[in-house]
């Protein structure tokens, strides 16, 4: 089973233009955020992405930016404010960052 994180709140920003479809993001995503698709990459579930940053740093044409942390950091102060535990949609501890 393929794990979300946050819904609607990763800082992950993709340019299909820019795009060559090397692959390179497929092959270095942990979650198997981006497939190849008539010869480009393509986001196929972004709420999977837990912005480690690989890809951006891989892409050789630069066609994708993540500002890493931002989902997890929001669960964080989301918890405290609400006296829960970060949820990440992880293994169910706290350490989901």
Do not use: W
């Not at 930016?65 to 992880?90: F, H, M, Q, R, W």
């Amino acid at each position: 089973m393929k794990q979300n994180y946050l819904k609607n709140v990763v800082a992950l920003q993709f340019n299909q233009e820019k795009c060559t479809g090397c692959g390179m993001c497929v092959n270095v995503c942990p979650h198997q955020v981006f497939a190849i698709n008539n010869d480009k990459a393509e986001i196929v579930d972004r709420d999977r992405c837990m912005e480690c940053g690989a890809c951006a740093r891989n892409c050789p044409v630069s066609a994708l930016e993540v500002n890493s942390g931002v989902g997890c950091a929001y669960a964080i102060i989301i918890g405290k404010l609400t006296g829960n535990e970060p949820d990440c949609g992880g293994s169910g501890d706290s350490d989901c960052c």
